[in-house]
């Protein structure tokens, strides 16, 4: 069984789009695309530096595009399950026909404006944990008023707050953790600080008619595989202000029985967790096109 992750912020690199463009019929959908949610998304993903696409609004689009450039020169393929690591979800959305590609990306650059407005109303950001039992780092992040807005599994948590709260956590880790390391992201992602982004999603999605996913939609707010389209769509508007639950998502795929895991563009982070959380499991991680060959023969030795 294939599961087909999408990656979420802080994946992009300067550039990573490049070579993907170079493939038959994609420059013509990215331009289309870039035209339909005013954001040119061939500038940013081949000629803009780091920090323009470090902007959130920027860098959400940009990852929804190229998780379905990559999955798109996949051909047709028919993975047991879908799943995507914040933003990523949007695009886990696209491909299990809850939303057409149109209303992903849509969805998606109104969900990095939205977030950017939020993250610019209080200084907030994002430290990521190395080492430590989450038993013993997740209420220690809560006696400092942080949140743990992401959940990764194999130790790996990210806290998320103010700027003072993450001074403290510098100052004072929790028993076992040896670094912490602050993230050059704009804002505390996944946690109440991005309640007014919630509200302009919930209007956004009055506009969209989901349907229900065709193949097991895996939601990251608690691992649970979603199977009415309007309830992926109401978790994708409530999980900008949610915590992402990656480690139980791994739990789902155990249960699933998954054999492959197969991280879209610009892969590397889901599939570095998979081999720590899911031994045994095949990954692969679609950086550029010279990795189609082997995503093929991955997808069809555990593709239904």
């Known amino acids: 069984m294939l599961v087909l992750v999408a990656p979420g912020q802080g994946s992009q690199t300067p550039g990573f789009l490049t070579e993907w463009l170079e493939l038959p019929g994609a420059a ?10 005013g954001l040119d998304l061939a500038h940013y993903g081949t000629k803009a530096d780091a920090d323009e696409i470090r902007d959130t609004a920027v860098a959400q689009p940009l990852l929804v595009a190229a998780g379905l450039l990559s999955a798109s020169a996949l051909g047709d393929i028919a993975p047991g399950a879908v799943a995507g690591h914040s933003v990523g979800e949007i695009t886990a959305a696209a491909l299990s026909g809850v939303l057409d590609d149109a209303a992903a990306l849509s969805l ?31 209420p220690h992040l809560e006696k400092l008023g942080l949140t743990p807005a992401n959940i990764n599994g194999g130790g790996q948590i990210v806290a998320a707050g103010t700027m003072e709260q993450i001074a403290a956590l ?10 912490v390391v602050p993230l050059k992201v704009a804002g ?6 991005m309640g007014p982004a919630v509200e302009t999603l919930a209007e956004a999605a009055k506009a969209l008619a989901p349907a229900d996913p065709k193949v097991a939609y895996v939601s990251n707010k608690d691992g649970r595989a979603v199977a ?3 309830e992926v769509l109401e978790r994708l ?13 791994m739990e789902t795929f155990k249960e699933f029985g998954v054999t492959a895991l197969l991280e879209l563009c610009p892969g590397g982070t889901l599939t570095g967790l998979a081999k720590r ?5 095949k990954t692969l991680a679609l950086k550029t096109p010279a990795d189609l060959d082997a995503a093929r023969e991955l997808v069809a030795e555990h593709a239904a």
Do not use: Y
Request: aromatic letters at 4%.
């Open 237 to 249: 508007v409530g999980q900008v202000a949610n915590p992402v639950r990656w480690d139980l998502c």
């Open 170 to 179: 510098e100052a004072d880790k929790p028993e076992g953790v040896r670094r």
């Open 188 to 193: 505390a992602f996944h946690t109440h600080h």
């Open 228 to 230: 009415s389209g309007a």
């Open 277 to 281: 959380a899911l031994p045994g499991v």
């Open 108 to 138: 998606v650059r109104k969900r990095g404006l939205a977030m950017a407005d939020a993250a610019a109303i209080t200084e907030t950001g994002m430290a990521a944990l190395l080492g430590g039992d989450p038993e013993v780092t997740v």
């Open 28 to 37: 013509d959908r990215v331009a289309a695309w870039s035209d339909a949610i």
